[in-house]
Structure formats: C-alpha cells, structure tokens
C-alpha cells in the first residue's frame, strides 16, 4: 500500500518571534513557526570535545575534535541548509494511511516550533500535525560521555487512540579515518571501504574501515570505529540498509540486515510500532558517537546487553552537560538574573562563546604542576632540561606562588616561560561551516582522563576574548600581558595565530586565493591597550616599576616589510617573504621549541629586551606609518577588523587606530613619568625614538609629506637593523626624551583626529591615500561605525562634542 503524504499547513501567515519558555523546567529561546523563517545555522555546545551544526530546517553535521572525526559530513552551511535530508536524522510516522515525515519541508497543518536551550546544549524541534492530533518534539543535544544524542517524545493530543508506525534513527554516518579531505573528494571511495554490523544482543551498530584508505602497497589497519544505538523502543527492528526507507514508504514491513553491510555509508534505522492513547507519550533516544577503540565499544556493547536502564543514564547525562557548561560560564561571571530574561540569556551566550575562544582557568588561579612542567618543554627544551629535578617534583601552586617560585631559580629564561604559563582550557579557533578557513580543534582532556588545558585561536580571537575574561581572573592578567608581548615582533607586529604551545605565521600557497600574508593593523595597540589599562587600575605601580626589566623575547615572523620608496610604489605587495629564514625557524622550532621562533643571542636563548621596548615599539612603528591629517597607513598587506576592509590594504588610512594610538601615548606616557631613572632599549629602537621626534617636531613650514617621509624613512632604517640581526647594544635612554616623544605625537595625533571630524559631529573612520609630486591627497570614504566608537575612546572629545557625535550617530542613515 502506498502511503499517502500528509498535507502542506494551511495556516495563516504569521510572524515568527522569539521568547523565553521552559520545556520540562529547563529554560529555553523559542523561535515558533519557525519553518516561516529562511533556514539558519546554530551550533550546539559540549562540554567535552563534542562539536555539532544544526540548520533550522534540519541539517545536521556533528562529530568529535575537529572536522576529521565527523560522523555526520562536515559541509559548509550552504550545502547543509540546501540539502539538510544529506545526513543525520531521518524520522517517518504512518498513521491511519497518512504519511507524516516531521521536520521535512514546510510544516504540516499546527506548526513547525524551534527551542534551543538558554546553555546552548541542546536545540529541540516540535511539530504538530492536528488533523492526527500528534505532537513530535525531537531534541538534539551533546553527551560527553556518549557523544550525539536525540530524544524523540511522541504525544496523543487528540481524543481517540492513534496507532502509529515509525522509522527513525541516522543515515549517512561516516565511520573513523574518512576526515573531511577524504570525504569531499574520495567519499565514493570511502564507502567502499565501510563495514558495519549490528552486535547481538544489544543492537549496537559498529562502523568502521576494512583498512586504512590509501593507494600505497602497505598494510594499514583502521582501529577506530563509529556506533549507532538506541533505547525506549517497545518492539524494535533495526536495519542497517537506506533501502528500507523506501519500503516504509510503500507501507511494507522493514526487514533486518543480516551479517556485515559493506561498501556503503552508515545507516541506523529503526521501525517500531504502538497504539497511543490520549493524553500519553512515547519516548526514545538514538545515539551516534565516533572515535571509539575496542574497549570503548565491547564496553557499550556490555552496557546495552546487560540490562541497564540508559534512558535514565542518557538524560541525566544531558543534565550534567548543561550543568558542566553553567559551571565554566559562572567562572567566568556570565551568570546573571534579571526581570528580562532574554538580557539575561545574552549575556550567558556572549560569555559562553568568549571562552569558547579564549578558554576559561580549570581551577581558578591554581596552575597544576605536571602541566607547568609538559608547559616548560614544549617551549623550550633547554631550559626544561637545566630545572628538570624542580620541575618533575613541583606541586600544584597558585599562579603568583608559582612564578616567585621560578623567579627564585634564577633563571630568566624560566621566569619568562612561567611568567606567560596559563591554566587555560576549553578554548578553540572559531571555525564553523560558515567560517570553513578557519580550521577548529577540540581538545579538552588527554588520555589520561585529566583536563587538557591549551588556548588556540588567530591574534584577534584571543586577546579581545582574555580582555573580558581578564575582569573575572585578574590574577591571569600578567601572564596574558607577557604572552603579547613576548609573541610579537621585533619591528612591531605579531604573527597571526597563537596557541599554548607557540606561534604560527601564514604562509602562501598561490593556487589558493584565499591564502596571503601580512600584518593586521589592528592587532598591536587597541588589545594589548586595555590588558594594560586593567592591569594598572589592579595592580597600580607595577608596570612602571618594572620598565627597564629585560625579561620579553621577540618572535621572528619571516616577513619583511620593505623599503619606503617601495612602499610608496605599491603598497599593495609590500612583503617579501624569507623563504630559508622559514625553513631554518621551523627547524629551530622542531629541535628547541616554541623558543625556536624568537629572535636568539649568540648561545641560542631568546634575545631579552626591556618592557619599555616591548611597550614602545608598536606604537613607534604606528607613528612610522602616521599621514598627518589622514591616519594610519595599511601598507602590511592586511587591513583592520575584518575581511571586509580588504581593500583598505595598500592605500588606505586609518582614523580608527589614530585613535586608540592617541589613548596608548597618553597611557604611556603616564608609566614612563611614574618610572625612576632611565631605561634600556636597544639600539636600533633608541636610533628610532630620536628620528620619531625629530620628525614629530619639525617646523610648521616642512609641510605634511615632509614628516610623512621623515617618520616613514626613520621606519625603514630601523627594519633594516632589525632585519640584520647580529649583537645588540643597549642603550640608556632617558624617561624625559621619551616622555617628549610621546607628547609631540599626541599633538600630532590630535591635529589628525581633528581633521577628520566632520561638520555633523562624527567622524571619518577610513581614508583613501593619494601621492605625487611630493604632495599627499586624502580622500575620505564612507562613513562608519568603527571610527565613532574610536573617537569617543580616544579622550580627545569633551562631553559636548560626545553628546554632538552621539546625537548625530542615532541620526545618520
């Protein structure tokens, strides 16, 4: 008998909303109608290594780590949200000769609703089909323990007894050892290597290679293995064939599958039948997880046969990673109650994904001995080796216990690796399928079972994320402050990742369009501006004190910026890139460490350069790149903020960072009047001070291109010398002529924000450079929201003109 499809809703047009609601005493944003909608991504949160996308309409990618160990494809969010029947879920309900298919195109007749729980562990989707007075909820939620789970709730809401027949479970499940390469170029290769079969007596399905997919003439076995399971069935038949949906379809019974199902993707289906009554629910869950060794499954395996009650299990394990979660955004102050609920569920959200980039401590502000140890390895082998009897015994301690412990080894270099140690976990790069460059991993424990503390993400992510996370862990700050610093460059820049364990730069691959290399103009002054502005409000005194301290490395990004009448001629390709300088870092890498990237001394260590230096040099380089009256120029191959500004690169300017610049002079020009006696600096960043001020104060008559050459010139010199290498001097140079500096490069600074004030009160953010004939041209571009939020942080706006900006911004178009 042919199933006939149950009919498209007729209901009147209406508008989807959000609200918050509670489904069985857990808060919850609901968005109803929401099939109304055009199809979104969200993502659904683990407290483990867990990852899962969800469409709106029904596409699912889930798996664990990273994109590799998927058991649903991972595909970018056009594909997901274009075909979301591809992979995952599959649900099929016959009733009365009707054919309901619940969360599959527009809604039937009472309503397509979407619930998303207020931690972000589990999205649920109800669905009514009135004319059989049949409700679905099916939730979606992340298990650490057992990986993806959902629950499936059937309710009677009609008036006489419903007797239905479903189908449910996965398809399209991808087994170990097809990673995301495999699968977008290979998958019909890879299927033919599958094997699944259900176990007896627990029904558990187990999915894995024959081998390892390779063309090489070498044995490879494949020791990882996906399962599919499920509980709550009343009389189950499971089949691990897609053949049977069509059965099911044409009203024919589903048969199983025996013995081993080979050369296709994963299939777990379940048919089932029951007569509900009014009033009464049914209730399931299927399960798919991924990554599996052979205890792990004969495990499961036991724990299904055995006669264990895994519904009770499986929802208490929802409750405890929702709870888990909770827990790491109370550590990090996220938790908040107030009369307006959805406030309070945003803030819980911007919080949750704050630490999902930037991490959160795992136990405060302790910091585990064994890990401070594994720490002091990866970045340096040397200096593990020289403290390993202190290391291998050292206890856990609390973060300032400890770096006085290592600073009384007398080792500078050991004070510098555990002055920057932080007992970070549950951070990642934020990829999604949206983002699809930028590659996620998810580590968050080791084999052993104890926590996996790391932090991983591009320059950005990390710092604006630790600014917030600083307010709630203030004892980190210091170590977050020594990270920046002692990952930037020695010509004022940063490379653009970081991670625990070091640094990474980019490096191009011409066949890929999406592959460059530069500096972002951002990065140097802004996020190490307000770690530093929170430190001294916390720790008043501490950074002037220690100025003159030679405790920071620099790391040796193998970009060189080029000369000025270079960048005058094309400022769009404005870095060479040291190809053998790369090679020979990486290899210093592989051998010392993390350390292997920094610029070394004679005997192999980190060159330490004084935190006046480390302080001085972005905004000297920014000053370097200043087009009085225009801004900063974006002459590194990247631009600001976001790829949107692309363009920007090569012949833009910037008023947006002359303004957070102008708040950085001003901040350190209060360290270095509260500081005693001179500082060291090197000699190439001395040489660079006084050309800086020389150039900054020349006579009013030179004309804008003339300091504009002056400052660029002075730039070139000192990337030449640093370029260089060699030994160093270093050279005392008084607070007073720096305290000069920094004050005639407010006022120059100042005029520049002045000159792009605009009659309305706002503020011109970009600016497009024109040069020739010894002139500069700028030209302004359109307004944007960017430079407003700069201005009013600079300090350089009174109240009146604050308010003049601030009326005129709710004004504007």
Same mark, same amino acid.
């Given at each position: 008998m042919l199933l006939a499809p149950s009919h498209a809703s007729s209901r009147a047009p209406a508008a989807a909303g959000a609200a918050i609601t509670s489904i069985a005493g857990e808060p919850y944003v609901s968005i109803r109608d929401v099939d109304r909608l055009p199809p979104f991504l969200m993502n659904i949160v683990s407290n483990g290594d867990l990852w899962m996308f969800l469409g709106s309409n029904g596409g699912v990618t889930a798996g664990r780590r990273d994109p590799d160990l998927a058991i649903f494809p991972y595909q970018t969010v056009d594909k997901l949200?274009?075909?979301? +029947? @591809?992979? $995952?879920?599959?649900?099929?309900v016959e009733a009365e000769g009707t054919l309901w298919e619940p969360g599959r195109g527009v809604a039937a007749a009472g309503g397509r609703h979407l619930h998303k729980h207020v931690c972000g562990t589990g999205v649920v989707f109800e669905e009514m089909h009135e004319p059989l007075g049949l409700r679905l909820r099916w939730q979606f939620a992340a298990s650490d323990e057992f990986g993806v789970v959902r629950r499936c709730t059937l309710k009677n809401l009609g008036q006489r007894p419903m007797s239905v027949r479903m189908l449910d479970g996965w398809h399209q499940m991808l087994t170990p050892g097809v990673g995301q390469h495999t699968y977008e170029r290979y998958s019909y290769l890879a299927a033919a290597y599958m094997r699944h079969e259900f176990l007896a007596g627990s029904g558990l399905l187990v999915s894995c290679l024959n081998a390892a997919i390779s063309d090489r003439p070498q044995p490879a076995e494949s020791l990882r293995a996906a399962v599919a399971w499920s509980v709550g069935h009343r009389g189950p038949t499971r089949s691990g064939s897609p053949r049977c949906i069509d059965r099911f379809k044409a009203g024919d019974r589903v048969h199983p599958v025996a013995g081993v199902i080979r050369g296709t993707f994963g299939c777990y289906l379940v048919e089932d039948s029951a007569t509900v009554v009014p009033g009464e629910s049914i209730e399931w869950f299927t399960v798919a997880d991924t990554g599996l060794d052979h205890a792990a499954v004969v495990a499961l395996h036991e724990r299904l046969s055995g006669g264990e009650c895994l519904k009770n299990t499986l929802a208490e394990s929802l409750r405890a990673e929702a709870e888990g979660i909770r827990k790491r955004v109370a550590a990090a102050d996220g938790l908040q109650d107030s @009369?307006?609920?959805? %406030?309070?569920?945003?803030?819980?959200?911007?919080?949750?994904? *704050?630490?999902?980039?930037? =991490?959160?401590?795992? @136990? $405060?502000?302790?910091?585990? $001995?064994?890990?401070? @140890?594994?720490?002091?390895? %990866?970045? *340096?082998?040397?200096?593990?080796?020289?403290?390993?009897?202190? !290391?291998?015994?050292?206890v856990d301690l609390d973060r300032d216990a400890l770096v006085a412990a290592a600073a009384g080894r007398n080792d500078p270099h050991l004070t510098r690796i555990v002055g920057e140690y932080l007992p970070i976990c549950f951070s990642r790069r934020h990829g999604d399928p949206s983002r699809p460059w930028n590659r996620f991993t998810i580590a968050t424990r080791g084999r052993d079972g104890r926590p996996t503390l790391s932090y991983a993400g591009n320059w950005r992510d990390i710092f604006q994320n630790w600014e917030a996370l600083a307010w709630s862990h203030p004892a980190c700050l210091p170590a977050m402050i020594a990270v920046f610093l002692n990952a930037s460059t020695a010509d004022g820049y940063n490379p653009y990742r970081i991670t625990r364990d070091g640094v990474d730069w980019e490096v191009e691959d011409p066949h890929d369009a999406w592959s460059h290399i530069g500096y972002w103009g951002d990065h140097q002054i802004v996020y190490l501006l307000r770690l530093l502005e929170l430190h001294e409000r916390l720790?008043? =005194?501490e950074l002037a004190a220690r100025l003159d301290e030679p405790a920071y490395a620099s790391v040796n990004v193998p970009y060189r910026i080029k000369g000025f009448d270079a960048l005058l001629g094309d400022p769009r390709h404005s870095i060479d890139f040291d190809a053998a300088e790369h090679r020979r870092l990486r290899q210093r890498m592989a051998e010392v460490g993390a350390d292997g990237a920094a610029i070394a001394d004679a005997d192999g260590m980190p060159r330490l350069t004084?935190?006046?230096?480390?302080? !001085? %040099?972005?905004? !000297? %380089?920014?000053?370097? *790149?200043?087009?009085? =009256? =225009?801004?900063?120029?974006? *002459?590194?191959?990247?631009? +600001?903020?976001?790829?949107?500004?692309n363009a920007l690169a090569g012949w833009g300017l910037s008023v947006v960072t002359v303004c957070y610049l102008r708040r950085h002079l001003g901040f350190l020009d209060t360290l270095f009047a509260a500081h005693e006696g001179d500082v060291h600096l090197s000699q190439p960043t001395a040489d660079l001070v006084e050309a800086v001020a020389a150039a900054l104060t020349m006579p009013a008559g030179a004309g804008p291109f003339a300091m504009f050459e002056a400052l660029g010139r002075a730039g070139e010199r000192h990337r030449a010398a640093v370029y260089a290498g060699g030994a160093v001097e270093r050279i005392a140079v008084a607070c007073g002529s720096i305290r000069g500096l920094l004050q005639a490069a407010r006022r120059v600074v100042d005029d520049t924000i002045a000159a792009n004030r605009r009659p309305d009160g706002m503020v011109h953010s970009y600016n497009r450079l024109v040069v020739g004939d010894g002139k500069l041209e700028v030209r302004h571009l359109d307004l944007m929201l960017e430079g407003q939020v700069a201005a009013l942080s600079s300090g350089l706006l009174d109240d009146d003109a604050a308010i003049a900006l601030l009326d005129a911004l709710r004004q504007s178009p």
């Open positions: 949200l274009a075909v979301p +029947e @591809a992979s $995952g879920p599959l649900c099929l @009369a307006d609920r959805t %406030v309070a569920a945003h803030h819980f959200s911007n919080t949750l994904f *704050n630490i999902m980039r930037g =991490g959160i401590p795992v @136990a $405060g502000h302790l910091c585990p $001995g064994h890990d401070v @140890a594994r720490y002091v390895a %990866v970045r *340096n082998a040397a200096v593990h080796a020289r403290h390993r009897d202190w !290391l291998e015994t050292l720790r008043p =005194g004084s935190l006046a230096e480390k302080l !001085l %040099v972005p905004a !000297l %380089v920014k000053l370097t *790149n200043l087009v009085p =009256g =225009g801004g900063i120029w974006l *002459n590194t191959q990247r631009p +600001e903020w976001n790829d949107a500004n």
